[in-house]
């Protein structure tokens, strides 16, 4: 039996719900999760298996999250050689907030170029009436021509399974990249560093900004516990102070 395998390349502006969109098609917890814009720095690849069938990757596309100026000619390279790499691009919109604003088109216009098949995923559809659900889907439609579009909900995991079987269909004939119960391409404690992350953003809000690194030192077992050392890197004394909190607080919650 022959199987498909390729790379899908994850476009989106900040918060329409691509990390979640990752996490909801690969089933494990591998992309941060913030309702803060930009927290994902890295090129998350998360990997979709279905045994004997198929393998997707999921890559980010570098530098079409928010429109700045013009495109630059700098930026379009980077885009199109990504692209060039892809066997498909994944287009996020964000249902809830309207579909077709000018941050939507800017990536458009970017995807629009390159030969890849482009698929649109109209999010966050669990916030939608019917006829909202219509005017959304009908706007993404006209966002790139002959884009594939489908509605999704990555929170309660509506119609992934369906762009999931999509997207894969537009994958070559070939062998898998990662052995099937690997998730992820980033080592455990990348992942882990990430999760640590996640936490110190969301419980600081905008007191520590996204400047704060996280680096994991050690893991190791004890007992029936995973014990992971890690570091915490800020700017300032005030910032370190924040992350520590009255009488160790903060960064004890960070932990637990
Ligand atoms: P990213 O910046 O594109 O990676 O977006 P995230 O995945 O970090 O999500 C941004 C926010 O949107 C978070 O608060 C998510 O919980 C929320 N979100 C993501 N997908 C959905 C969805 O399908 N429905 C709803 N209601 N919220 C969602
Ligand atoms: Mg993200």
Redesign the pocket.
């Known amino acids: 039996m022959s199987t498909r395998s390729g790379f899908v390349a994850l476009a989106?502006?900040?918060?329409?719900?691509?990390?979640?969109?990752?996490?909801s098609m690969v089933g494990h917890k591998v992309?941060?999760?913030?309702?803060k814009?930009?927290?994902?720095r890295r090129a998350i690849r998360g990997v979709v298996t279905a045994p004997g069938r198929y393998q997707l990757v999921l890559t980010d596309l570098p530098g079409v999250q928010r429109p700045r100026d013009a495109l630059t000619e700098r930026m379009q390279h980077r885009v199109e050689s990504e692209l060039a790499e892809a066997d498909a691009a994944l287009f996020?919109v964000?249902g809830?907030q309207g579909v077709g604003g000018p941050g939507d088109v800017f990536i458009a216009e970017a995807l629009a170029g390159p030969t890849v098949p482009v698929v649109i995923a109209v999010?966050?559809?669990?916030?939608l009436d019917r006829p909202r659900s219509v005017l959304a889907l009908q706007a993404a439609s006209e966002l790139v021509p002959d884009a594939e579009v489908f509605p999704?909900?990555?929170?309660?995991g509506k119609g992934v399974g369906v762009l999931v079987e999509h997207l894969a269909g537009l994958l070559p004939e070939g062998p898998f990249y990662f052995p099937p119960e690997e998730v992820s391409d980033q080592p455990e404690h990348v992942l882990l560093a990430e999760l640590v992350r996640e936490q110190v953003l969301h419980r600081t809000r905008q007191e520590v900004p996204h400047a704060v690194e996280v680096q994991v030192d050690e893991i190791h077992e004890q007992h029936d516990l995973v014990v992971v050392h890690a570091f915490l890197w800020v700017e300032t004394e005030s910032q370190k102070g924040i992350l520590i909190g009255a009488r160790g607080r903060m960064i004890k919650a960070i932990g637990i």
């Open positions: 989106g502006r900040p918060n329409v719900g691509k990390s979640t969109l990752v996490n992309a941060i999760v913030s309702d814009p930009q927290t994902t996020v964000n809830e999010n966050k559809v669990d916030r999704v909900s990555a929170r309660t």
